[in-house]
């Protein structure tokens, strides 16, 4: 397990337990985390799970493959540390990752 926290774009935090195996997409939808519509459930088929990964934790949440950065493409302000949340998996060496939600997904 490993302990997230998402940030709004208006400054909320909201903490949750996310099981290891899980994406940080699945953990904030199950979890009802506002700013992530995961529109496409996962398939990385869209970009409404854009995130902005602290930058402590970029190399701790892998790479991008090139799926993502064609996804990427589709999303507003994108920024060096951007990633889809449904790419990152979850795992111990994430524990009190931070990551924040764009002010809109569309």
Same mark, same amino acid.
Do not use: W
């Given at each position: 397990?490993? !302990?997230?926290?998402?940030?709004?774009?208006?400054? +909320? $935090?909201?903490?949750?337990?996310? =099981? *290891?195996?899980?994406? #940080?997409?699945?953990?904030?939808?199950? *979890?009802?985390? %506002?700013?992530?519509?995961?529109?496409?459930?996962?398939?990385?088929?869209?970009?409404?799970?854009?995130?902005?990964?602290?930058?402590?934790?970029?190399? =701790?949440?892998?790479?991008?493959?090139?799926? $993502? !950065?064609?996804?990427?493409?589709?999303?507003?302000?994108?920024? %060096?540390?951007?990633?889809?949340?449904?790419?990152? !998996?979850?795992?111990?060496?994430?524990?009190?990752?931070? #990551?924040? +939600?764009?002010?809109?997904?569309?």
């Amino acid at each position: 397990m490993a !302990k997230i926290t998402y940030i709004s774009h208006d400054g +909320t $935090e909201r903490t949750v337990e996310a =099981k *290891n195996g899980e994406s #940080v997409m699945e953990a904030a939808i199950k *979890n009802s985390i %506002p700013g992530i519509d995961a529109d496409c459930g996962g398939a990385c088929a869209c970009a409404t799970c854009h995130v902005y990964v602290d930058e402590a934790f970029l190399d =701790k949440a892998g790479a991008q493959e090139e799926m $993502e !950065k064609s996804m990427l493409d589709f999303a507003e302000n994108v920024r %060096p540390n951007s990633r889809l949340s449904c790419q990152i !998996k979850v795992s111990d060496a994430l524990d009190g990752l931070r #990551v924040s +939600t764009p002010e809109s997904q569309h």
